[in-house]
Structure formats: C-alpha cells, structure tokens
C-alpha cells in the first residue's frame, strides 16, 4: 500500500513541478516583455520588426554578432562575430549589464541594465522570438536549469 501511495506522491509532483517551471518562466518572460520597453527605441522583434537605430531581434539567438541583414554595425560588433562570437542568452544578459565594456566601441548607446534579475527577463522574452534556437552543448546547463531564470539574443550593434 506504501508503495502506491509513493508512486501517486512522485507521479503527481512530476505533474506540478513542470507546471510550476512553466508558470515562472510565463511571469520571466512577461518581465521580459515589460523591460524590453526600453530597448524599443531603438529594436524591434516580432511580425513586421525592422532595423532602426539597433537591428531586429528576431532570430538573435545562435546568430553571429554584426551580421543582421540590413543593419550598418559597427566595426568593433563585426569583429566580435569574426572572432566567434555567437548570442545566446548567457552571452545576451553578460552583453546586457554593460554593452560598452562588453563591445568597446559598439554603437550602442544603452548605459545598460543593472539588475540581473531584469538581464535574464530580457533574455527570456526575446528567447520566444528565437523558435529555432538550440543551445550548444556548452550551453544545455541554462537551457535545463536555468530556462526559468534567463533566455535570449541582445542587440548586436
């Protein structure tokens, strides 16, 4: 009877804890959303997004920096992706705290965002504009464990 009782405990866990990830990672990516308003000055994502002053962030996930069809970045942005640099949300929420120390000379004219908490939501909002993104094995760890906590591409001026 113990036995049955266990398996109805683990089975009905198994059913919650999903529930309870997907319902933190919904209110992430509605942060996301909201502190992205900051970043539509100058960036758009979504049906229709167009390069303004930054590039669209469709897509910007597992793309190469500097390399947005369309958008005129600056030289250092182009050579952080001729030296391999590839966004992924990681990369997106380190780029996010201070852009001009991560890409000295970049265009990009945001200070920057202080709060972690606010780099990941980012990240995690534009995450649902990179369909096809798949993390490198490098990255599986944040995919798995900290998909609630950070997802997404930052600008790449």
């Given amino acids: 009877m113990k036995s049955v009782v266990t398996r109805a405990v683990v089975l009905s866990l198994a059913l919650v804890i999903p529930t309870a990830a997907a319902l933190a990672q919904d209110d992430q990516v509605a942060q996301g959303e909201n502190v992205f308003k900051k970043c539509k000055v100058c960036h758009q994502v979504g ?3 167009a390069n303004k002053v930054g590039p669209i962030l469709n897509n910007l996930f597992g793309r190469v920096a500097g390399t ?24 997106l929420v380190e780029y996010l705290e201070k852009p001009r120390d991560f890409v ?9 965002l202080a709060d972690i908490a606010d780099r990941e939501a ?12 798949v993390p490198a094995e490098g990255d599986a760890a944040m995919a798995e464990g900290d998909a609630a906590t950070t997802e997404g591409d930052a600008a790449s001026q």
């Fill in 47 to 49: 049906d229709g997004a």
């Fill in 68 to 91: 947005e069809e369309g958008f005129k970045y600056s030289d250092a942005m182009v050579a952080k992706g001729q030296d391999g640099l590839i966004w992924t949300p990681e990369i």
């Fill in 104 to 112: 000295p000379g970049t265009k990009m004219a945001f200070a920057g």
């Fill in 122 to 133: 980012v990240a995690a909002y534009l995450l649902t504009f990179s369909p096809d993104y």
